[in-house]
C-alpha cells in the first residue's frame, strides 16, 4: 500500500536528484566545468556539454515525477466556489 510516509520519502529523494542534476547543468553550461556527476542512488551519469540537451530531458521527466508524486500526496484538482445566489 501506498501510504503518506512512502510518498514523502520519494518526494524528498526526487528533490535531491533535481538538485544533482541542476547543479551538473549549470557547472557545465555556465560554470565552464568539463563534466559533472550525477550519482542518484540507482544510477550514476556524467553530465557534459554533448549531452546537455539529454540531460535536460532527464530533468523535466524528473520534475513531471515530483508533481505526480505531490499530486498523490497533497491531493490535486479545482476547486470552484458556486456563485452567491
Known amino acids: 500500500m501506498i501510504d503518506n510516509a512512502f510518498l514523502d520519502e520519494r518526494i524528498t529523494w ?23 556527476q550525477i550519482d542518484t542512488g540507482q544510477t550514476r551519469q ?12 532527464t530533468l523535466e521527466g524528473y520534475y513531471s515525477l515530483l508533481a505526480d508524486l505531490c499530486n498523490r500526496r497533497y491531493g490535486s484538482g479545482v476547486v470552484v466556489a458556486r456563485p452567491a445566489v
Open 14 to 36: 526526487v528533490k535531491s536528484v533535481i538538485v544533482q542534476y541542476e547543479q551538473g547543468i549549470l557547472d557545465v553550461a555556465a560554470n565552464n566545468v568539463a563534466s559533472y
Open 46 to 57: 556524467i553530465v557534459t556539454r554533448n549531452n546537455l540537451t539529454e540531460t535536460r530531458k
